[in-house]
């Protein structure tokens, strides 16, 4: 997977506030709050990068479709679908 932010850079300490029912859960299941929090971190940019991908690519995607609406799919104009 490639990482679209510096894995060497130095940790540095935050202050947070989350629900404390959620923090028991978590201490009792031995979960590292650190990781949780950077993997959530991780998984929220990766989305945000994905729909702005989307984005700046949605006329391509658009194109694509209507040349596909009007001519049909190489497959099915070879007869490989049943």
């Avoid at 702005?52 to 497959?75: C, H, P, V």
Wanted: glycine share 4%.
């Amino acid at each position: 997977m490639q990482h679209s932010y510096d894995r060497h850079a130095p940790r540095r300490p935050v202050n947070l506030t989350a629900n404390s029912d959620l923090i028991n859960r978590i201490r009792a299941e031995q979960g590292n709050l650190s990781q949780l929090l950077e993997q959530s971190m991780i998984n929220f940019l990766a989305e945000r990068e994905l729909l702005r991908w989307k984005e700046q690519n949605r006329a391509a995607f658009d194109s694509y479709n209507a040349m596909i609406a009007e001519r049909g799919t190489l497959a099915e104009d070879i007869g490989l679908l049943l």
